[in-house]
Structures are given as structure tokens and as C-alpha cells.
């Protein structure tokens, strides 16, 4: 059985950091890109970021573009993305996808990172 399962959200002050984790499980994780996809409070999924199979591609939404680095360890079949200089805007529930031609199969349920004082 696929399984994604996001950890390492919670409530961090504007400017702070967190580390978010998807941890993999039931397929070959190495054959697979995997992106970070977010929803926030009242709005609709918004890519931010993805990385391909061997962890040589890495990609960001302008939106988060030099503020978030991805990247991936396929001995652990996990996949990181460190989110620097937090802003209220980035409050939201993120979630790691497993992307296939056409877009993405498998979704883990989400963790919630909430940036506020």
C-alpha cells in the first residue's frame, strides 16, 4: 500500500523555521519525483515545490523561492522541505505528493504549520 505521511508542522512566530518530513512507504521511492503542495485557511492547492527521482531537479513557486529548500534522502525514503523567514501568509496545511505523468496519485494527509505571534 502507498503511504506518504507529512510530520513537523506546528506554530512558529514570522521569521522562524520549521522542517517538514514525508516519509514514504509501499512503492520503489527513488523511481518517483515528489512535490509540496498547500492548502491555506479558505483557499484553494497551491504547488510550491518539487523535486525529482535521484534529488537533482528541485523546484519552488515563486512564492517560495529562496525562503524553502526540498530535498530528499532515497535511502530513507524521505523527502524534507526546511521553510526559512515564515511569513503569515505561508499558514496552511502542506502535504507531499507522489507525482506521475498527468499529476499526482498519492497525497499524505497533511501537516498543519500556522505562522503567528
Known amino acids: 500500500e502507498v503511504q506518504l505521511m507529512e510530520s513537523g508542522g506546528g506554530l512558529v512566530q514570522p521569521g522562524g523555521s520549521l522542517r517538514l518530513s514525508c516519509a514514504a512507504s509501499?512503492?520503489?521511492?527513488?523511481?518517483?519525483?515528489i512535490n509540496w503542495v498547500r492548502q491555506a485557511p479558505g483557499k484553494g492547492l497551491e504547488w510550491i515545490s518539487g523535486?525529482?527521482?535521484?534529488?537533482?531537479?528541485?523546484y519552488y513557486a515563486e512564492s517560495v523561492k529562496g525562503r524553502f529548500t526540498i530535498s530528499r534522502d532515497n535511502t530513507k525514503n524521505t523527502v524534507w522541505l526546511q521553510m526559512n523567514s515564515l511569513k503569515s501568509e505561508d499558514t496552511a496545511l502542506y502535504f507531499c505528493?507522489?507525482?506521475?505523468?498527468?499529476?499526482?496519485?498519492?497525497w499524505g494527509k497533511g501537516t498543519l504549520v500556522t505562522v503567528s505571534t
Open positions: 509501499g512503492f520503489t521511492f527513488s523511481s518517483y519525483h
Open positions: 505528493t507522489r507525482r506521475v505523468d498527468g499529476g499526482m496519485d498519492y
Open positions: 523535486i525529482t527521482n535521484a534529488g537533482g531537479g528541485k
